[in-house]
DNA sequence: ATCCTCCCCTAC
DNA sequence: TAAGGTAGGGGAGGAT
């Protein structure tokens, strides 16, 4: 296999079936006199022993002098355990090999984010080109090895690997091992005594994750010189997408490319020319030490036919083995088998990713690097506890290094993952020093309602978590914690600011800041269409998919089949955002629904359920918008747009309640949300409600006619400041009602922007009786402070905004256009907001009578979603405690959990006890 | 059909 | 002594 040292340029291809190597390139000065025919010999011949991975060897772990006697005083030494270190967690990681390269992705993202400029996805074929796809994989060779010995040449042909200890007994880990020392045997990932025993002369390196990180940033700078399409697969090791390349052939790019690396880190890559991923990759195994090769399409058949299964990615030993107990060693033999059969043995993706790489099928393209998915820290190493406060002590500390990590991303998550190892029953000391063993690993999870990434938050939420296991902590081996549900820290923050309850009432002096976000040019840019769009505070989706026919960067090899026919040139129907086709101008709609088949109309009536007028694209009220874009990454962009359309209703809310006042007689029939807002908002779409300070209130004979449409120009659409709004109504409200209001306002907990001056203050005679301030008569209220109510640190207008009645009403209005009016929390709403404003209306205090209301029907609520859904109940938590007392929040609190503690204490008690 | 949780598998 | 991490894909099974 391996004679192929030749370093001259040969385009020869491949040879015949069985030898498809080259070693085809100029000679990088120097090097290539790596003997590999004997190289091969000796694989062979050395395979024929006993596995080194079964240790037979039972002395090892009291082979030390005084290990006689540390057995007597307690389980064998674990002087290097987290017993010991109460730094273990950052130490542990400083040097750990598996730390350094399953972080280095996020590094080179911070790294190099800039180059991959433009480029998002390899763009071959998208466009009905015929030109077949070339992809380069490069490969450093024995990495780690390669770049210790670059000083020292004597070393080059003697066997030499890296790891922690040169202890023939040991049972360190060889984390690589360049070529000779693999013609013993030895390989990555196996104990050091396995390797010595193999070859004892075996030399061995301690770590040097500088150094790789160096060459690392070499190795991809002369990657990113050669060409603008690179994928990162790991430190040492790429895809090239060549297809648009100047230079016309790869295999000479490629020698090009390893003679770059050579020249500038001294160390050795190989490279696999095919024309796809999947051969490239294979390619590169072949070409290795030190050579590259490419396979044409019409040798794919050949290669693979005599590969061994297990050589293909994506199978490693379980599925290798699962194949082998049927008979199925090569890819000629799973080609026999037919693809629902695969399907039935493996599921779907893994039947049709077995079934496509048997026959060279890969139809997944280069593309960068994604946004990152989760984010999380383990160890399972060194773990042992003794008691509760050591494994908390860990956890802490892990948490610590998690939070570190989603600030250092820049990233804030919402659902945590924490995972244990726990020692089997039967399971004695592991064989390796520290190790983990044979374990059950387990997870729990919770999601909270806000994405974070603050230390104390996380600590809690672990604790939580870790209380979920009922875990002996002496069994434990190991622990890891998973953040997922990732927003950006920046979008996160605008949510904040624009999208949230919260920021909209702390959102106080924005009035600048408002207009010159909205009047940003990209968004005028998108223009009518997208304004639609921004009703689902989600405008982004506009942008994602408007770039083309996007295809997401294909980890996935199972979908293999499209790309060719037309429609692979069409983003697939499910990622169409049904907003936007619904908004398009009846021409171009129907033209997009040509290419489509006609699936379109029949796409849209199905969610629609109504009829549509594609003709005027008036036709989506806000309720009846469809959540139908699938891709719902959040993007960077989003949100911009989200506040503006929540201000119009706030207003509108605004208004009735001041019409109200003026006029007596309107029917609670005409203060019910539905008709006024939604119908509004969806029949005139670009028109917008006025900025309520602009039209005096006086002047409102109705509430149609307070709200005046206005040009779609929606530069000016938001109002400058919520608090503006505010007061600005306040002062024409009667007295009475201001009074009203501002009585249930205690002084020093009004908003510091309303100021007295403003509103004319007014004294507050009865402070305390309304809202029942009496508070702290139970001794359990006082252990939890409104801190506990919150996942972070409550937002500060918890603490300055004691509600009023009216503001509960703009509160209720907003949560209920945020429930998109669908659902039970939506219907909840939307009668406690009718019922309050009847009880209102009926002009005695129907305060408490709303709230019991609402309690009801929160109670009824959370019976029904407490299983699923305690996002939705924490809301509805949050919402309760808007306008009650602490006290009596508690105590409906209870009323309405209770029942739920006693009944289910299964998985689903976590999720609770948390809300 | 689609989502979620709790796993397992894989690659470096 | 040694530093068995990280993250994505995906499947099973349950809920909706
Ligand atoms: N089980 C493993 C696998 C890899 N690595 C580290 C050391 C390797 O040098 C580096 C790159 O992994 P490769 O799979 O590319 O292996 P090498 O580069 O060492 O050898 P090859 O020539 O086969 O690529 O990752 C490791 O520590 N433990
Ligand atoms: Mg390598
Ligand atoms: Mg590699």
Redesign the pocket.
């Known amino acids: 296999m391996h004679e192929n040292t030749t370093l001259s340029i040969i385009e020869e291809p491949i040879c015949d079936s069985g030898k498809y190597c080259e070693g085809t390139m100029a000679e990088p000065s120097g090097i290539g006199s790596v003997d590999k025919s004997s190289a091969g010999i000796e694989v062979q011949s050395s395979s024929g022993r006993p596995s080194a991975l079964v240790s037979s060897y039972c002395l090892d772990n009291h082979?030390?002098k005084e290990s006689s006697n540390s057995m007597i005083v307690g389980p064998p030494?674990h002087?290097?355990s987290t017993l010991v270190d109460p730094n273990f967690v950052e130490?542990?990681?400083?040097?750990?090999?598996?730390?350094f390269?399953?972080?280095w992705?996020?590094r080179y993202r911070k790294r190099f984010s800039i180059l991959s400029n433009g480029f998002k996805y390899t763009s071959s074929n998208l466009h009905g080109s015929s030109r077949r796809t070339t992809v380069i994989h490069v490969?450093m060779d024995c990495?780690f090895v390669s770049v210790i010995i670059r000083n020292h040449p004597d070393l080059r042909d003697k066997p030499v690997a890296v790891?922690?200890?040169?202890?023939p007994?040991?049972?360190?880990?060889i984390?690589s091992a360049n070529y000779p020392a693999r013609d013993y045997g030895v390989r990555a990932g196996i104990?050091?005594?396995d390797a010595k025993a193999l070859c004892p002369h075996l030399v061995i390196f301690p770590y040097d994750f500088e150094s790789y990180e160096e060459v690392a940033d070499q190795f991809y700078n002369i990657l990113h010189k050669h060409c603008n399409k690179v994928q990162a697969?790991?430190?040492?090791?790429a895809f090239l997408d060549v297809t648009d390349s100047e230079v016309e052939d790869p295999q000479i790019l490629a020698s090009v490319i390893r003679k770059e690396i050579f020249e500038t880190t001294g160390c050795t890559a190989s490279a696999g020319i095919a024309g796809s991923l999947l051969m490239a990759?294979l390619a590169t195994r072949t070409a290795k030490p030190n050579g590259q090769c490419y396979i044409p399409l019409e040798k794919v058949d050949d290669y693979l036919h005599e590969l061994p299964i297990k050589a293909?990615?994506?199978?490693?030993?379980?599925?290798?083995e699962k194949l082998k107990k049927k008979r199925v060693q090569t890819c000629g033999q799973l080609r026999m088998i037919s693809k629902e059969s695969l399907h039935k043995d493996?599921?779907?993706?893994?039947?049709?990713?077995l079934w496509n790489y048997s026959r060279g099928v890969d139809n997944r393209l280069v593309g960068v690097i994604?946004?990152?998915?989760?984010?999380?820290?383990?160890?399972?190493?060194?773990v042992r506890f003794n008691d509760l406060k050591d494994s908390q002590h860990f956890l802490a500390n892990l948490c610590k290094?998690v939070s570190l990590?989603l600030q250092g991303c820049g990233m804030q998550g919402r659902?945590f993952?924490l995972k244990v190892k726990k020692r089997r029953n039967d399971a004695e000391e592991?064989?390796?020093?520290?190790?983990?063993?044979d374990c059950?690993?387990?997870?729990?999870?919770?999601?909270v309602p806000m994405a974070t990434d603050d230390v104390d938050v996380l600590r809690r939420v672990a604790a939580q978590l870790f209380g979920?296991f009922h875990i002996d902590v002496k069994d434990i081996?190991?622990m890891?914690l998973?953040v997922?549900k990732l927003e950006s820290a920046d979008t996160a923050k605008q949510g904040h600011e624009r999208n949230s309850i919260r920021s909209w009432l702390t959102s106080v002096s924005a009035r600048t800041k408002g207009q010159c976000k909205i009047s940003s040019p990209d968004k005028e840019h998108a223009s009518r269409d997208s304004e639609k769009q921004s009703m689902d505070g989600n405008p982004d989706q506009l942008c994602t998919n408007s770039i083309g026919p996007s295809v997401h960067m294909g980890?996935?090899?199972?979908t293999g089949e499209a790309h060719l026919n037309q429609d692979s040139a069409l983003p697939p129907l499910?990622d169409l955002d049904l907003g936007v086709l619904e908004s398009l101008p009846s021409e171009i709609f129907s033209e997009i629904n040509k290419m489509y088949g006609g699936k379109l109309v029949n796409l849209i009536t199905k969610n629609e359920g109504r009829s549509v007028n594609f003709g005027n694209s008036l036709c989506m009220t806000s309720h009846e918008r469809v959540e139908g874009v699938?891709n719902?990454e959040k993007g960077p962009f989003n949100s911009h747009l989200a506040s503006v359309n929540e201000i119009p209703i706030v207003n509108e809310l605004f208004k009735l309640e001041a019409e109200k006042t003026l006029d007596r007689d309107i029917g609670a029939e005409n203060l019910l949300l539905k008709s006024s807002v939604k119908e509004k908002i969806g029949q005139e779409e670009q028109c917008r409600v006025e900025k309520v300070q602009a039209e005096p209130v006086s002047g409102a004979g109705s509430s149609k006619a307070v709200v005046s449409i206005s040009v779609p120009d929606k530069i000016d659409l938001m109002p400058s400041s919520l608090s503006q709004v505010d007061v600005s109504v306040l002062q024409q409200l009667p007295e009475e009602l201001r009074v009203d209001i501002l009585e249930v306002l205690p002084a020093h907990r009004r908003p510091e922007y309303v100021s007295d001056a403003a509103l004319g203050h007014l004294p507050n005679p009865r402070e305390s009786s309304r809202m029942g301030c009496t508070e702290n008569q139970t001794g359990m209220m006082d252990s939890l402070s409104s801190k506990d109510l919150w996942v972070g640190n409550p937002p500060l207008w918890v603490e300055k905004f004691k509600v009023s009645k009216f503001r509960m009403l703009n509160i209720l209005a907003e949560m209920y256009y945020r429930s998109g009016s669908t659902g039970h929390l939506s219907s909840i709403l939307q009668r406690t907001i009718s019922e309050y404003r009847i009880s209102l209306d009926s002009s005695n205090d129907g305060w408490d009578d709303a709230i019991s209301c609402l309690c009801d029907l929160l109670k009824q609520y959370i019976r029904?979603?407490i299983?699923?859904?305690i996002e939705e109940i924490y809301v509805c938590f949050r919402l309760l405690r808007r306008f009650t007392t602490k006290s009596k929040f508690f105590l409906q609190v209870f009323d309405i959990i209770f029942p739920h503690l006693q009944a289910s204490v299964g998985?689903n008690y976590g999720g609770i006890f948390h809300v």
């Open positions: 082979d030390a030494n002087c290097h130490n542990y990681f400083k040097n750990s090999r598996l730390h390269i399953g972080t992705r996020n490969d990495f790891c922690h200890s040169d202890n007994r040991g049972t360190a880990e984390s104990f050091v005594r697969v790991s430190c040492d090791e990759r293909l990615p994506g199978i490693g030993h379980v599925l290798g493996f599921g779907v993706k893994t039947g049709d990713m994604q946004e990152s998915k989760s984010i999380g820290a383990e160890v399972n190493w060194g290094e990590r659902t993952t592991p064989v390796k020093y520290l190790g983990c063993g059950e690993n387990l997870s729990h999870s919770m999601t979920f081996r190991g890891g998973q997922s980890t996935n090899p199972s499910c699938i719902e029904l979603k299983e699923t859904d998985e």
